[in-house]
């Protein structure tokens, strides 16, 4: 019988907000000379928080680990069939549909930091200003995929992902259900993102 389970620890919610806010900030700041400095922090700030989930996708718990949603194409047209027959197929963690579009931002966040660095390093030429453009743009495209996939899942799975993302619970069965928060990681995620910001700012 399925009953509420926790899924999300709290270094993987964690992650996300901040992400997506470090994201948003550096994007709505990225044409302003005013706000540049705010803008370069929120991008290192971006880079350091994927750089934290990489590790945590190699020894966090179960669901946040990128052995638990390393789908093939298979997977994902399988899936995808599944939601335009209106049976869709139910994923505890990530579906495979979700798992390409986070290991796609993933990368576009590191692209985007690199050659922002470059830019603000002026090594690269104009090329490279553009190049931090365009990733930009399509990391901000991805994210409205992103969105849009929260809420379509959340309609045909009768649950609500984003109040899962702030508590960590997700209906199912007993078993399926992780066993540790994660509180030292993510009370070190938090003092890290402090550390970077006292020194930046």
């Known amino acids: 019988m399925q009953r509420k389970i926790l899924v999300w620890d709290l270094p993987t919610r964690l992650f ?11 994007f709505l700041t990225a044409e302003s000379e005013y706000w540049r400095d705010i803008h370069v922090a929120l991008g290192y700030t971006v880079v350091g928080l994927i750089a934290f989930r990489l590790l945590w996708g190699l020894v966090g718990t179960r669901y ?48 985007a930091g690199a050659s922002g660095y470059a830019t603000y390093n002026e090594i690269g030429g104009e090329w490279l200003e553009e190049l931090h453009e365009g990733v930009a743009n399509t990391m901000l495209a991805l994210v409205g995929v992103h969105v849009a996939g929260v809420l379509v ?3 045909l799975h009768r649950e609500n992902l984003v109040r899962a993302m702030i508590d960590g619970y997700k209906r199912g069965e007993p078993g399926e259900g992780i066993r540790r928060l994660g509180w030292v990681a993510g009370i070190a995620l938090i003092a890290g993102v402090v550390m970077l910001w006292t020194r930046l700012i």
């Open 153 to 155: 899942s959340s309609l």
């Open 64 to 111: 946040a680990r990128f052995s638990s949603f390393a789908f093939g194409p298979a997977k994902v047209m399988a899936y995808a069939r599944s939601l335009l027959s209106g049976a869709p197929q139910h994923y505890v963690g990530h579906n495979p549909a979700g798992s390409w579009v986070i290991y796609g931002l993933l990368v576009l966040g590191l692209l």
């Open 16 to 26: 996300h907000w901040l992400l997506a806010a470090s994201f948003l900030g550096a």
